[in-house]
């Protein structure tokens, strides 16, 4: 099935077709076979049931036929009593049998053949006859087995009654020694007597219970019995009863005795323990005894401790016994609860254990103030000795650790250095075939004997350049130490016995090794083997076998004398043996004298600690209390020792490494001299480049040292600013070559330093070269930070000039009532777009009253714009803006004292600058004259406290733009009449504003167009309160059919047509009473076709025929209809004036929440209006950022434009010009900050995609 659901192909179903329909047809088959062999199995099972139960009908006729012989003798012959309950039991087995039978044939006797099924039905016959047969058998035999059972039931009973007697003849025997007359027996012999007892009545309890059950039982079974059979039996089990209940009586009363003798024995042992415990306190006062008198103290240390050891042991015995005898007292009384007799007793036994008690508590404390001065004597006598032993350990420490903690290892570093004298020694003698004696009877020269120390020091300082070793070369501090480490008999020359010993070495193994007979293993043969820790002398040095690698060494084995060659380095690094130096040795010493040590003492203060604690229980005051406080006093000791051990310890570890690494030093210390040499030719040139590039630097730092030096107020009054800066640049730049070659010298050293893992001087070069390049880094850094600090203090500078030039052409503007546009172009040289930096200076430092740097106006004019000044940069410079931070009284006059306050300004409130900043010298304030956005109110307020307080904080100029879609623009702030719509991106300029402007509710009905039955919502009175439509009597429903005339007289007007009911007309004139004609009429235009004439409103007969409608009203200004309830919803069509609608639902008040409304001017073409700031009006800043790359093109259209640059993504941009419209794209002119480059960059492509974001 699945294949064919996998399938595609028309062949593969066909053919999984078949096969599934010949599937089909084998299971069809099976299930027939399946049935047939089933009807054959449940065939066999009947058949083999019919076999079973034929057999066991033959055996049950077969018992029948006996049984009836049994119950109907021949003649006179009467059946034994034992075959008749034999018969019985044979007839109850065979009814259960044929039962059994029936209920096996059953399930066959549905599904079976005729010819089984015939065969079973007989069988069932047979059993029935066979079931009736033993009813009858046992029906007429009953009397004679009830019979029979009685007699046997009786008998049994019988036997079981006898067995009782029996043992209750048994309990009597048991009970026999306490009749005797002795009331009080031996303890052992008692609880053994009673024992038995016990034992005797559990078992007689026992019998005489199972034999009231057994005739219990027989009871019951007689009462099925027929009368005559019931009667005599359940007399004669009466009988037997009657036997085993007096048996039971006895035996109650048997164990009730034995109870209270048990209870009495109990006693009598209370009463021995109490004795016991009186003799254990008796011999504890015989132990006190000797621990009282005077003389104790003279008892020697062993006697003084046999004693205690003896009181101790007598009191635990005594103790033990007193706690044992209270137990067992409280055991007896809860056994003997109710018993005044013994309780009696009990009390006067605990009266005597208490005193016996008594007694003991004061032996007890008695004995332990010996005891515990005993203790304690001992105690301080030990451990003071054992805190004496480990001051003295950590002091052997000390002075074992001193070569090394104290002297640093000196004195091995020496022998190192005579190792390796040795060894160069060593190579000199074997290249010249000289013998130890040779050599030094050459050093010690003609005098000959022992070689004095300027003699030795003198060889030694020769010695590198004679041999060719370079190793040898030590200082002369060193050479003369190692006279003095040789001059081993300290005579003050070194012998030749002495000389000979520098050449002895040996070595110990520390891996197993084989010696072999000579030098190349390859051809060597073994001749001994040495394990761990065997010594080998070395004969000679040791060599690098060149065909291995590996370091070989001839020496002589210590243990068997044997001589040849063994590995002391595998050529992987694996050490076989190392020299026994005199460091390893003493360290191998110390280590273990000081971990002896530090085990003593820190078992010692354990056991300190151990015993303090142990007495903090005896309490305050005694001879353990003392002992205590002078344990406390040896525990400062026993931690000063091991925190000396410690320290020693940590000091070892760490001049041992101190020591390694001097060890290495040392060793390699001419190598290191060596790569010292080739290192320098690698730093040398980087070093020279740099030392210029520092002179550079420093340069820097001279050229702006003048200005930099100045306190802050001072910079900003610094005369010459222009200079100075231009000054710091050119050393910058000389800076900067002079970084960059020493940077590119640093980097051609570094390759040619060799490649790979360096070690040594050429590591130390590279770290050389690289800390010398970070020096050149540092040089860039902080000549870069010069810089900025000269950048910062002109900034101060334009910042200054910039307040003081704002205010003195704000004055001029005043003065002489100039606009911003006149402001430049009085200002610009005729002919030019920008005012050039010239014209700028020049301009100012005419106008009168005004004394300017001339270099700080022109860092201020380069500072508001590179390449000259524009429209927009100049009004921006000029047009400053404040908000407020914290509110002020906004005053009339400039001088607070003459001025009268006009107002609060609010918080966050924005204020543009129109006269100022200007100084009051009296208050020491700054004010400025502003006039507020809010209700273009102006006056003068203060921007500073004299205390410092900010009340105005500068802000830039609030620009808004349209963001989403197309923004109205309206005449007034409630906006109920456009001026034009605001394209996308269009930038506006704040005027006024913000204002939060509220409006009335809305009303708005759901209606049906009279025109085109088209429904849908529509505003009836607007927010501003313009009613666009409403109900104003002049709209009528027909009621009735009535027709439409051409003139007012109903006697001499013409039809024009038939008005339907329900249809709508609007009332042109009237209505008229026809005084005449008795009826009312007006003239009325049909909605539906426009079509006017005269209705008849109400007829003669009263019948009216039009009503003024309540729910139609009239559209009085065009209004949309529109979707939904809201406002903003989509609209259907416009509903023109003098249309007629009918309210379907409504009206419903709809409300608006209040907007920010601001009066800005648009600077495409200088409209004015009010918008609301919400999602689609946000504030514009004219810095971008670009989002995509973009091209910077040299002019405003796009055909013939040239690339000046491409402007990557993350850029900063400032407008210079725009936003403007051009080939369906947004365009600005803008200077880079990265680079000052200025050109036309699109915002908004043609796509509507954003290339830039402000």
Same mark, same amino acid.
């Given at each position: ?1153 209040? $907007?920010? /409304?601001?009066?800005?001017? @648009?600077?495409? *073409?200088?409209?004015? &209006? !009010? +918008? %609301? #700031?919400? =999602? ?48 369906? $794209?947004? /365009?600005?002119?803008?200077? @880079?900050?990265? *680079?000052?480059?200025? &050109? !036309? +960059? %699109? #915002?908004? =492509? ?9």
């Amino acid at each position: 099935l699945a294949k064919q659901k996998e399938s595609k192909s028309p062949d593969l179903t066909s053919s999984l077709k078949k096969l599934q329909d010949r599937m089909t047809a084998a299971q069809g088959e099976m299930s027939k076979h399946r049935k047939v062999s089933s009807i054959g199995e449940k065939l066999l099972k009947g058949k083999a049931v019919l076999v079973e139960q034929v057999e066991k009908l033959q055996q049950i006729e077969e018992d029948i036929e006996r049984a009836d012989k049994v119950a109907k003798p021949e003649g006179s012959e009467k059946a034994s009593d034992e075959d008749i309950e034999a018969m019985g039991t044979s007839m109850t087995a065979a009814q259960k049998a044929l039962k059994l039978a029936t209920v096996s044939i059953d399930p066959y006797l549905t599904a079976a053949p005729a010819a089984l099924k015939a065969s079973l039905q007989g069988l069932l016959v047979k059993c029935k006859a066979s079931q009736e047969k033993v009813g009858k058998l046992l029906a007429a035999t009953r009397e004679r087995r009830e019979q029979v059972l009685g007699e046997a039931m009786v008998k049994e009973g019988k036997a079981k009654t006898a067995d009782v007697e029996v043992i209750m003849a048994k309990v009597d025997e048991a009970e026999l020694p306490f009749l005797k007359g002795v009331e009080v027996l031996p303890l052992k012999e008692t609880a053994s007597m009673i024992a038995d007892s016990e034992a005797a009545a559990e078992e007689a309890q026992g019998l005489i219970s199972s034999t009231r059950t057994y005739i219990a039982e027989k009871n019951l079974e007689i009462k099925h019995f027929a009368e005559g059979a019931a009667k005599p039996i359940a007399g004669e089990l009466s009988k037997l009863t009657e036997q085993v209940n007096s048996a039971a009586s006895k035996l109650s009363a048997f164990k009730k005795d034995t109870e209270a003798r048990k209870l009495n024995s109990q006693m009598q042992a209370v009463g021995e323990k109490v004795s016991a415990v009186e003799d254990e306190v008796k011999k504890t006062a015989e132990a006190l005894e000797p621990l009282t008198k005077d003389d104790v103290a003279d008892l020697s240390a062993e006697d003084a401790g046999a004693k205690c050891e003896t009181l101790i042991g007598q009191l635990k015995a005594a103790t033990g016994a007193a706690e044992d005898a209270r137990t067992t007292i409280a055991a007896r009384r809860r056994d003997s609860k109710g018993n005044t007799a013994f309780t009696e007793t009990l009390d006067k036994l605990s009266a005597r254990l208490k005193e016996a008690t008594v007694d003991l508590a004061k032996h007890r404390k008695s004995g332990n103030v010996h005891e515990q001065r005993y203790v304690s004597r001992m105690l301080i006598k030990q451990s003071t000795e054992q805190v004496v032993e480990c001051e003295a350990a950590a002091a052997k420490c000390a002075e074992v650790c001193a070569p090394l903690v104290k002297e640093g290892g000196k004195k091995f570093l020496v022998a190192n250095s005579v190792d390796t004298l040795a060894g160069a020694l060593r190579d000199h003698m074997k290249a010249k075939d000289l013998t130890t004696e040779a050599l030094f009877a050459e050093i010690a020269g003609p005098a000959g004997g022992g070689v004095n120390e300027e003699t030795f020091t003198a060889y030694l300082e020769k010695l590198p350049e004679a041999i060719g070793h370079e190793e040898v070369a030590f200082t002369p501090e060193r050479r003369s130490e190692a006279f003095r480490h040789m001059d081993t008999a300290a005579i003050g020359s070194v012998t030749l016995d002495a000389f000979r010993d520098i050449f002895n070495l040996r070595f110990v193994c520390v891996k197993g090794i084989s010696v072999t007979d000579s030098f190349e293993i390859k051809s060597g043969k073994a001749v001994a083997k040495v394990e761990v820790g065997d010594t080998l002398e070395a004969i000679g040095g040791p060599k690098t076998d060149p065909s291995n690698g590996m370091m070989r060494l001839e020496c002589k084995v210590v243990s068997s004398g044997k001589v040849g060659f063994v590995t002391l380095e595998g050529n992987q690094g694996t050490k076989y043996a190392e020299q026994v130096s005199a460091f390893r040795i003493f360290c191998e010493e110390m280590d273990k004298t000081v971990s002896e040590a530090m085990k003593l003492s820190g078992k010692v203060q354990n056991l300190i600690g151990t015993k303090l604690k142990e007495l903090e229980k005896p309490g305050k005051e005694g001879p353990l209390a003392d002992a205590r406080a002078e344990l406390a006093k040896l525990k400062p000791r026993i931690g000063k020792a091991l925190g000396s051990l410690e320290s020693l310890k940590k000091q070892g570890a760490v001049e041992r490494r101190n020591f390694q690494k001097a060890e290495e030093t040392e060793r390699n210390a001419y190598i290191q001299a060596r790569e010292k040499k080739e290192a320098a030719a690698f730093t040398k040139p980087a070093s020279d480049k740099v030392q210029a590039m520092e002179e550079a630097a420093k340069a820097v730092e001279e050229a702006a040292k003048p200005f930099l030096a100045l306190a802050e107020a001072e910079q900003a009054k610094f005369a010459t600013p222009v200079a100075l800066s231009e000054a710091v640049t050119a050393a910058m730049q000389q800076c900067g070559a002079s970084v960059k070659a020493a940077q590119d010298c640093i980097a051609e050293q570094q390759a040619l330093l060799p490649k790979g893992e360096l070690k040594s001087a050429l590591l130390d070069a590279k770290k050389e070269l690289a800390r010398l390049n970070a020096k050149a880094d540092e040089a860039k850094r902080k000549t870069a930070v010069t810089a900025s600090a000269v950048r910062k203090a002109c900034a101060k500078v334009v910042s200054a000039a910039r307040v003081l030039a704002a205010a003195a052409l704000r004055g001029e503007m005043t003065n002489k009532s100039l606009s911003l546009e006149k402001l430049f172009m009085e200002i610009v040289t005729p002919g030019d777009e920008r005012i050039s930096e010239a014209a700028f200076c020049k301009y100012l430092s005419g106008l009168p009253g005004q004394e300017f740097q001339p270099e700080h106006l022109a860092l201020l004019c380069r500072d508001l714009e590179t390449g000259g000044l524009g429209r927009r940069k100049l009004f921006e410079f000029l047009q400053q803006y404040f908000e407020v931070a914290k509110p002020i009284a906004i005053t009339s006059e400039f001088e607070i004292s003459k001025g009268k306050s006009l107002r609060k300004a609010e918080l966050g409130e924005t204020l543009e600058v129109l006269e100022g900043p200007k100084t009051d010298e009296k208050l020491g304030m700054a004010r400025v004259k502003a006039r507020s956005l809010n209700d273009n109110l102006e006056g003068w307020i203060t921007l500073k406290g004299n205390q410092g307080t900010p009340f105005l904080k500068e802000k830039p100029k609030p620009y808004y733009t349209t963001c989403k879609k197309e923004v109205v623009l309206s005449r007034d702030i409630r906006g109920a009449e456009e001026v034009r719509k605001l394209r996308l991106d269009e930038v506006l300029e704040l005027l006024e504003g913000p204002k939060k402007e509220t409006f009335e509710p809305a009303m708005r009905v759901r209606a049906k167009a009279a025109l085109d039955e088209k429904m849908g919502w529509l505003t009836t009175t607007d927010k501003f309160g313009v009613v666009c439509a409403e109900a104003d009597g002049k709209q009528y429903t027909c009621t009735a059919a009535i027709a439409m005339t051409d003139n007012l007289d109903i006697k001499a007007c013409k039809v024009l047509r038939k008005l339907a009911v329900g249809e709508l007309f609007v009332a042109v004139e009237g209505p008229i009473e026809e005084a005449e004609a008795g009826v009312t009429r007006v003239k009325g235009r049909a909605l539906k076709d426009e079509v006017v004439g005269w209705i008849t409103m109400k007829g003669n007969a009263g019948t009216v025929y039009a009503e003024v409608s309540s729910k139609h009203y009239s559209i009085i200004k065009q209004v949309p209809l529109q979707r939904s309830k809201a406002s903003t919803s989509e609209t259907f069509r416009m509903l023109a004036q003098g249309e007629a609608v009918e309210v379907m639902e409504g009206p419903m008040q709809l409300t608006f929440a209040p $907007e920010i /409304r601001v009066r800005c001017r @648009a600077l495409t *073409d200088g409209v004015e &209006g !009010w +918008v %609301t #700031v919400d =999602d689609t009006v946000r504030l514009w800043s004219p810095h971008y950022t670009c989002k995509k790359a973009v091209p910077m093109q040299d002019s405003l259209g796009l055909e013939g434009a040239t690339l000046v640059r491409q402007v990557e993504v993350g850029e900063r941009l400032d407008m210079v010009e725009g936003p403007t419209e051009e080939g369906g $794209e947004l /365009r600005i002119k803008a200077t @880079a900050r990265k *680079d000052n480059s200025v &050109g !036309w +960059v %699109t #915002v908004r =492509d043609k796509d509507g995609n954003r290339l830039l974001t402000s």
